[in-house]
């Protein structure tokens, strides 16, 4: 049977306590909203984007579950110094990961650490919680300046 | 009576299930209840025997479903004690009664500059329709605030009531913070300056006796699936005299007695308000759930509902690290808490897992949680076929997820 342990591993309870990456960068050249209205999760992610387009930096600030807190925590961490390439990439993998059969491994070359998070597919009401961040990253990264929700 | 909690599970098919491995423990009864046998029956044994329309066949299935679905109605008439079956109108739910008389009974009696005041612990279905009303025709919503233990400023409610107080909605039992409200006291006070009162039954009817006369309420609102009966059901009670002077809310068929192109006579009521088929399944669902309650008698229920949630009091105290959101001194069946460490969301997964079910989230009651500063709440909140050790299940889960965070 499907542990909890499976969903909330050591890492992500870490991650959850002492989230990396939190709060407002000093220099930053964009911002996006993150909500999602059936937990009340709220995210702000703040990202600095270099002349080439590669990610300086990013952080992110405010509530949420220990999914939704640590998922945007080892994202942030994952990021810096990406591509737009490579953050799409692993954006889709993450996604991949979240929503494919208990049975598939997942792609732990281009997820990496991030892959702790693949037993929220067990757990269908909280997928969302872990895919916040990332679509908000990807709003900042647009700067479409709409608050993304996850429904 | 006697009340035998091994019995009354014995009559709730749902219960009986495991889920995760485990023994479900089901205390998710704020957000709807389960149903007992004699309402499964009810709605099954109308589509196996005697389904048709209803008043309109002259044919034997179609007397039968009008006698089913119009004893319905006075069934629900007895439970409340409205004065007639014309008072009783049926609705999808709470929130559609309350739709109602926002736009019928609100669009021809409230104006520019009118007031509407509802309290700081309406579920959203109370806030909303007004806030559409007020914003189409200029009326301003004043909101009647809370304490910090979930009760309303009552010694504020008179400067709020003034001459321009058309109508005061009120949550009669809180379903984000347990709270029982004094509602025959606002109704009273409300009158003195001549507004209605509307008072949001969705939660309580499962849980006390209700008296729409004694109260003297204008309106009142409940939804049967939160007492035991179908989802997709409910009722509005308005006094006759005030259903007489509103207008329609749908317009279409059985809501009419003649139409022309030129003119249309609208029906007596309460079928005024009844345009279509109606859920005549539901209705029928729902008074079964309703002679249930009355035959268990619901004060007896109450009162073992209330032994529970002193139970649960008692361990969320000694627990450690649980904040409970709601501690009015008159308060029934919801225990709604935070615990240190733990978002409400990740406690509703891990208890789940352990076979238990709360509710984690806002309550529709976003206010509420910007009141006591959190974004949600975990919720447990008890039906009269929940048990002691059922709350000491809430208990041991409470724990695994402590631990699992600590
Ligand atoms: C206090 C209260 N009012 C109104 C409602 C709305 O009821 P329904 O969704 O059945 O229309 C609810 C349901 O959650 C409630 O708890």
Same mark, same amino acid.
């Not at chain 1, 002492?18 to 000093?26: A, I, T, Y």
């Not at chain 1, 990264?141 to 429904?151: L, Y």
């Not at chain 2, 957000?31 to 008043?55: E, F, L, R, W």
């Given at each position: 049977m499907f542990d909890l342990r499976d969903l909330y591993q050591q890492v992500i309870v870490d991650h959850n306590k002492?989230?990396?990456?939190?709060?407002?960068?000093?220099h930053y050249n964009h911002e996006a909203d993150g909500y999602n209205p059936l937990c009340g999760d709220k995210l702000h992610i703040y990202l600095d984007l270099?002349?080439?387009?590669?990610?300086?930096?990013?952080?992110?600030?405010?509530?949420?579950?220990?999914?939704?807190?640590?998922?945007?925590?080892?994202?942030?961490?994952?990021?810096?110094?990406?591509?737009?390439?490579?953050?799409?990439?692993?954006?889709?993998?993450?996604?991949?990961?979240?929503?494919?059969?208990? %049975?598939? %491994?997942?792609?732990?070359?281009?997820?990496?650490?991030? %892959?702790?998070?693949?037993?929220?597919?067990?757990?269908?009401?909280?997928?969302?919680?872990?895919?916040?961040?990332?679509?908000?990253?990807? %709003?900042?990264?647009?700067?479409?300046?709409?608050?993304?929700?996850?429904? | 009576m006697s009340f035998d909690v091994a019995a009354i599970r014995r009559e709730f098919p749902v219960l009986h299930q495991q889920v995760h491995g485990r023994d479900l423990v089901y205390l998710d009864?704020?957000?709807?209840?389960?149903?007992?046998?004699?309402?499964?029956?009810?709605?099954?044994?109308?589509?196996?025997?005697?389904?048709?329309?209803?008043?309109?066949?002259v044919h034997a299935l179609s007397e039968r479903a009008t006698a089913a679905y119009e004893g319905a109605r006075e069934t629900l008439r007895a439970l409340l004690n409205a004065a007639s079956t014309r008072e009783i109108v049926f609705v999808r739910g709470a929130t559609e009664a309350i739709n109602l008389v926002a736009a019928s009974w609100g669009g021809a009696n409230i104006r520019a500059g009118d007031e509407v005041l509802v309290t700081e612990m309406e579920h959203h279905s109370d806030i909303v329709p007004w806030q559409m009303l007020c914003e189409r025709v200029g009326a301003v919503l004043k909101v009647l605030p809370i304490d910090a233990r979930g009760e309303?400023?009552?010694?504020?409610?008179?400067?709020l009531l003034t001459e321009r107080t058309k109508l005061v909605g009120v949550v009669h039992l809180s379903n984000a913070l347990g709270t029982i409200n004094p509602v025959a006291e606002i109704i009273a006070r409300a009158h003195a300056v001549g507004a209605k009162v509307l008072v949001d039954g969705a939660q309580a009817v499962a849980h006390m006796r209700i008296d729409v006369q004694a109260l003297d309420c204008d309106f009142y609102v409940t939804s049967a699936h939160k007492m035991y009966g179908p989802t997709g059901i409910g009722i509005l009670y308005a006094k006759e005299?005030?259903?007489?002077?509103?207008?329609?809310?749908?317009?279409?068929?059985?809501?009419?007695?003649?139409?022309?192109?030129?003119?249309?006579?609208?029906?007596?009521?309460?079928?005024?308000?009844?345009?279509?088929t109606p859920n005549i399944a539901g209705a029928i669902g729902f008074a079964a759930a309703a002679d249930w309650l009355s035959a268990r008698d619901v004060d007896v229920l109450a009162d073992h509902e209330q032994a529970l949630l002193s139970y649960a009091t008692e361990r969320a105290s000694a627990f450690g690290g649980l904040r409970l959101i709601g501690t009015a001194a008159k308060r029934a069946t919801v225990l709604s808490f935070t615990m240190d460490g733990v978002h409400p969301h990740d406690l509703g997964t891990i208890l789940d897992r352990e076979g238990v079910a709360i509710r984690a989230g806002h309550h529709c009651a976003m206010p509420v949680m910007q009141h006591f500063g959190v974004p949600a709440t975990a919720r447990a909140s008890f039906a009269a076929y929940n048990t002691r050790d059922e709350v000491d299940a809430l208990f041991a889960a409470l724990a695994v997820a402590r631990d699992m965070f600590a």
């Open positions: 002492s989230p990396r990456n939190f709060g407002k960068l000093e270099d002349e080439q387009g590669r990610i300086a930096d990013v952080s992110f600030e405010g509530e949420g579950c220990a999914i939704s807190v640590a998922s945007a925590s080892l994202m942030t961490e994952a990021m810096k110094g990406r591509s737009m390439q490579e953050m799409q990439a692993m954006f889709e993998a993450f996604q991949q990961m979240v929503t494919a059969d208990i %049975a598939e %491994a997942p792609d732990d070359d281009t997820l990496g650490k991030l %892959a702790v998070l693949a037993g929220v597919r067990e757990f269908p009401s909280r997928i969302k919680c872990a895919t916040l961040c990332w679509h908000t990253l990807k %709003a900042a990264t647009e700067d479409s300046g709409k608050v993304v929700k996850t429904e | 009864n704020a957000a709807t209840t389960q149903k007992p046998k004699a309402v499964i029956d009810a709605v099954s044994g109308y589509y196996a025997h005697d389904n048709a329309n209803v008043h309109r066949g309303l400023c009552m010694e504020q409610l008179d400067a005299a005030l259903f007489e002077a509103m207008p329609p809310y749908q317009g279409g068929g059985d809501m009419i007695r003649m139409v022309t192109f030129e003119k249309t006579q609208y029906n007596e009521l309460p079928y005024k308000f009844e345009a279509g």
